[in-house]
């Protein structure tokens, strides 16, 4: 089964406000994040079961990461490499997040620190809003690199097309 792509006005238009979008949520968690790491409540003492690291550095690294992501988002100028950095990220925090599930960590994800008090928010729609984008992100970022029209199909190198004889000798 061929898939066909998108035409490129079409995959340019929606491939740069889905990584402006993307680039936004990343620029609010990691903000958020950094702003609870110099909070002062009970959880940024607490070790994290999957790293081993205080609470408040992972989210110290975490927010690094997403910050500079989103800055990469917002200025970067090629379209694929975006796609990849937001696969690739949203792929981490998935893999984070089963290994809290798989360590038996009894409390959800404090994923925006204690910005869910901030915002007076319940943390159960702030962690269904997170696992919406984490799908979104990596179903995103997955469909748009596989209908990108630069896409060339190959099977084991050879080029769908066949080169001319010119071609081939150049």
Not at 12 to 20: I, N
Not at 59 to 64: P, V
């Amino acid at each position: 089964m061929r898939i066909k792509s998108l035409s490129s006005d079409c995959w340019f238009g929606l491939t740069r406000m889905f990584a402006l979008a993307t680039g936004l949520v990343f620029l609010l968690t990691g903000t958020a994040k950094l702003v609870s790491s110099v909070g002062t409540a009970p959880v940024l003492d607490w070790v994290d079961p999957v790293l081993g690291l205080e609470t408040k550095s992972v989210f110290i690294l975490a927010g690094g990461m997403e910050l500079l992501a989103a800055t990469y988002l917002f200025l970067g100028r090629h379209l694929g490499r975006k796609l990849w950095l937001i696969g690739l990220l949203a792929t981490e925090f998935v893999f984070y997040r089963a290994a809290l599930w798989a360590a038996g960590s009894p409390r959800p994800c404090s994923c925006l620190g204690t910005a869910t008090e901030w915002l007076n928010v319940p943390p159960s729609y702030v962690e269904f809003a997170l696992k919406a984008f984490l799908c979104a992100a990596l179903f995103g970022s997955g469909s748009l690199l596989v209908l990108s029209p630069n896409r060339q199909p190959r099977a084991h190198g050879i080029t769908a097309e066949p080169r001319s004889a010119a071609e081939a000798r150049s």
